[in-house]
């Protein structure tokens, strides 16, 4: 089941905070909860944002920074990269509503109940609702649906380009076939015999029936 089970039980709306501080330090080479101390953020419930951030794949499980997040830090990719790891976390979500990141709160909570089989507890459940909600509410989702729609496009092109060259190949093929000049090579097993008059009769035949050129 592609549903993060990490998720904060407090501090939601400190969400953007964290991202928008995030942006003002260097990447460490370990994100740690003493890191979220460093950055002035060291209640229980600031710390379980470092969970959060492996879930919506920022960090390894080591809590080594990722990609993702290298990218994150320039500020013209910083919320996309929020919209795309939110995505990727919570694929299962996005399968039932493409558009779940616009989804009310007590609708995702309806959706996480049915991924989950109801084995969550309704506090649990609300819970990983609120931290989706407000994960989903800094991201810049209009750039990543730009982002999905080009891509899309590009490979329904290479689909088309593809089915364009299959249909063309035969008109050039016959152009070409069209210019030839076709040579054919006779070989012709004579007969063991002494007799001369065998071969001459054989050579007559051969110069009436495919005259040379």
Not at 60 to 67: Q, S, Y
Not at 110 to 116: E, M
Request: hydrophobic share 35%; aromatic share 12%.
């Amino acid at each position: 089941m592609s549903l993060p089970t990490s998720y904060m039980t407090g501090s939601f709306s400190k969400i953007p905070q964290y991202f928008d501080t995030m942006l003002t330090a260097k990447a460490p080479d370990k994100f740690t909860t003493k890191f979220m101390a460093d950055l002035g953020f060291t209640s229980s419930n600031d710390r379980q944002f470092v969970n959060v951030l492996k879930a919506i794949g920022f960090l390894d499980d080591a809590g080594t920074p990722t990609e993702r997040y290298f990218k994150f830090l320039d500020q013209s990719f910083s919320k996309q990269m929020v919209a795309e790891g939110i995505k990727e976390a919570y694929a299962d979500l996005f399968a039932l509503n493409t558009s779940a990141n616009k989804m009310t709160k007590s609708e995702v909570e309806g959706k996480f109940k049915t991924l989950t089989n109801g084995s969550k507890e309704n506090a649990t459940i609300s819970y990983m609702a609120s931290t989706f909600i407000n994960l989903c509410g800094y991201a810049d989702w209009s750039e990543a649906q730009v982002l999905e729609k080009k891509s899309n496009e590009n490979s329904n092109n290479i689909s088309q380009e593809s089915f364009v060259d299959d249909t063309e190949e035969p008109k050039q093929y016959n152009q070409q076939v069209r210019g030839f000049d076709l040579n054919y090579d006779i070989h012709i097993h004579l007969p063991a015999t002494r007799d001369q008059a065998v071969y001459d009769a054989l050579f007559a035949s051969l110069a009436k029936h495919i005259p040379l050129k």
